[in-house]
């Protein structure tokens, strides 16, 4: 008698399915009340390109007499081997001992579909490489196979664009090919505020959950947080000034006011050291005459530092992508120094020097600033009398102006 063979996709293989053999089609009828995913052997969109009849043996025979297609079947028919393709862990949950063939399914889990079976040079069938409960199940959809000659028949060869597995992520497919959608997906840390601010005070990142595929809103964030600011350690002032060292002549005399190197003679004071005063205003707008006039030497040939430090904490994982410091005006000249964990003896960019008459900004200094304290130190140079300012000083951090903590 000439079987008409229907399968199925079925994820839930029942030891009846196992057992399951062509002679019986009402035990195949059974099994179908566990499958899923158009496990309907009716439903075109699962149907294989009808097996030719020349199966491995005489009763492996999937022939599509019935005038329709049939499907993957995951449960292993007697006949086709003769281990009976009963169930083996061997290789692994749902994979059989020996491949079964005509199923287009790999049911000895060794990577390939219906290996070494017979078929129709020209056939194609769908198939499916991996653990067979997961053929056309979520991600893990069907692929084809064409049936190609290998000496004097023809046999199934490479089975292409089968899905595999991958860990469930949220979007609304079934990843993991274990029948559920976005399951076990646990919520995530959320933060819709700037990169690591999250850290500032004030601010916190919150939760949000899976659903329908996206990430749903972030609960229980607060961004709305203060940014880094100005602070030293006197009080609440935003700077200090420290007049270190007084006036003093150098051994040349230079030819442009401020010029780099006239910081040859500066010498910043550690930040405890004694003659730091508050400057309570964030610009600074120091401003007055000079102590050059009436000295011994002249203009270019000698002149007074005054330094100004503050501090500022950046939080782990706060992105630094600018931090610049600007000036309003500056008679003779500016220099800024960075300090931190990172250069515990102050780092100097070139671009860091601000002249008389220059542009009034320093470059990008953001690469050297680190998490934790900052401390940036300004050294003022007035070389010449009768006049020495400092004033409209800003630090802009990521495009925003700093102010007073
Ligand atoms: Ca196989
Ligand atoms: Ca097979
Ligand atoms: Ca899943
Ligand atoms: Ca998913």
Known sequence: MHHAFIGFVSRNVTAMCLTATLASFASLAACSSGAIGGGDPGDESLALDGGSGEGGTPSDDPTDAAGGAFVLDTAPKSGG????????THLGPGCAAAEVCGNGVDDNCDGAADEGCRCEPGKTQKCFVGPPKEAG???CNLGTQPCVMS????????CTGSGKPTPEVCNAIDDDCNGLVDDAIAPRPCYDGPPGSDKLPGCKGGTQS??????????????????????????TAPWQMNRYGGPLCFATTFSTH???????????????????????A???????????????????N????????????????YKVSSLVVSFGGVDDG??????????????????????????????????????GRNRIVITHIDDCCKWRALTGVKVTLNGSSLGEC
């Open 81 to 88: 081997d003769p281990t009976d393709g009963s169930a083996d």
């Open 137 to 139: 199940v979520g991600a």
């Open 151 to 158: 000496g004097e028949f023809g046999t199934w060869g490479a």
């Open 210 to 235: 899976c659903a329908a595929g996206t990430w749903g809103k972030c609960l229980g964030e607060v961004t709305d947080c203060s940014p880094p600011c100005l602070g030293g350690k006197l009080g």
């Open 258 to 280: 401020g010029e780099k190197a006239e910081y040859a003679y500066a010498s910043i004071p550690t930040e405890a050291a004694a003659g730091w005063t508050p400057v309570t």
């Open 282 to 300: 964030t610009t600074i707008d120091f401003s007055e005459g000079s102590a050059m006039c009436g000295r011994g030497c002249d203009c270019l």
């Open 302 to 317: 000698g002149g007074e530092f005054t330094y100004f430090q503050t501090f500022f904490d950046i939080p782990v994982g």
């Open 334 to 371: 500016a220099r800024v120094t960075v300090f931190n964990s990172a250069h515990p003896a102050g780092v100097v960019d070139d671009g860091s020097y601000i002249f008389l008459g220059g542009a009034p900004v320093t470059t990008n200094l953001g690469p050297y600033i680190v998490a």
